[in-house]
């Protein structure tokens, strides 16, 4: 009998573009707002991301945002001023998130943290009954993505993870392409994220943090360290003590559409190198990197580097799936099917991107809220492929491969990679709902 972690295993692709109910659905659906009815969104977090979601949100007159909050005032009273303009009114500013959480006026939050903070305020708004947008990756840890979702099921919580290629027109047919069986027997799987336009960050001394900012809460669970300009805001992102580099950026991204066409099962084995071969700064994450995903039936290959931007077929970024018949690419231009020169029978199809992704994305929650199904991007889907992106930086950070065991979540025989499944909080913060941590 397959065990629960098996199962969502198999099952994520299924639950990724269909209208599934949710575990608690029957319970909960008494209580979804009838579609006249206003949805009232608590924002946590001001950064750069919030400004592409939060306007998609807002463009449904049915959305109101009420209260905004951030540890940084300047950053919050950039929001604030998006949110009078799009609404003629400005929203309450906050800088404690507990603190939208625990007003009763508000039905979800959409969290744009970075990623040290998705899993707290994710856990806690689903613990008061309020359902979630959160963006990529679902944890700093697998073990933080597992609590996030046992939270959502325990409370019956519509949860979205904000990888919104899964809407995306264009994706979707390129996916079912792969999947229709067109391009034969497919072997090999290819993601690259080549970014020219990254540079080093330089090594600033540490200091005092601007003014308007509450540099403990930013810090929140993660480790005490010295205020350095790099480990805030957008570079944040390049520091093992906040996020996972470009493998949990741009990696969930793409490994998600891999998946989704290839269809969700542990993976053998996993092995990353690579390291920082080009940048001289104060930055820890790799600006190179070569990952190999071994599974049963295909071999997945996610590479990296920045300050180069010429990929396979000229491309600085995509997806490629190497068939029996034929070869499918896909990214944000659109995508092809290539048929392999000796097969006859195969017509070549190029096509455009469709639409932009996140406003159908964002638009499939608000529908989800209602109806209370499971949205295209639930956290089955979004733990699997998260967790598949931090296998990646396990075996990079343990120097081995990575054996996964599915049913325990935990690395076979590399106790340095087993030990970075979970995580250590700094006092007074604690994840409910986790296994490791």
Known sequence: MDTPSRREFITASALGMAAVPTLLSTARAQTAPPPSEKIRLGLIGCGGISQADLPCFLHHKEVDCPVICDVDASRMAERARMVEELRGKAPETVSDFRRIIDRQDIDM?????????????????????KDVYVEKPLGKTIDEGRAMLEAAR????VVQMGTQWRSGEHYRAAVECVQSGRIGKVRMVRAWAYL????????????????????????????????????????FRWFWDYAGGLMTDWGVHLLNVCLWAMGPEPPLRVSSMGGKLVLDDNSETPDTQVTVYEFPKYT?????????????????????????????????DGWELIPEPKKKGLEAVKAPAGKDARPAHIANFLECLRT????????????YVSSIAHLGNLAFKSGAEV???????????????????????????????????
């Open 109 to 129: 939050v959409l969290v744009c943290t970075p990623d040290h903070w998705h899993a707290l305020p994710t856990i806690m708004a689903c613990e008061a009954g």
């Open 154 to 157: 325990a409370n019956g919580r």
């Open 196 to 235: 020219d336009w990254l540079g080093g960050v330089g090594n600033p001394p540490d200091g005092d943090p601007p003014a308007g900012v509450d540099y403990d809460m930013w810090l929140g669970p993660a480790p005490q360290r010295p205020f350095n300009e790099n480990r805030f805001h957008f570079n």
């Open 300 to 332: 997945l290959v996610f590479e990296h580097q920045i300050q180069g931007g010429i990929g396979p077929g000229g491309q600085p970024h995509g997806m490629l799936f190497s068939g029996t018949e034929g070869t499918v690419i896909i990214n944000e």
């Open 372 to 383: 209370r199904e499971k949205p295209v991007e639930n956290l089955e889907v979004g733990h």
């Open 403 to 437: 054996h996964w065991d599915v049913e325990k979540e935990a690395v076979i025989g590399n106790p340095k990679a087993d030990a970075l499944v979970g995580c250590e909080y700094r006092a007074p913060w604690k994840l409910t709902h986790g296994r490791r941590c």
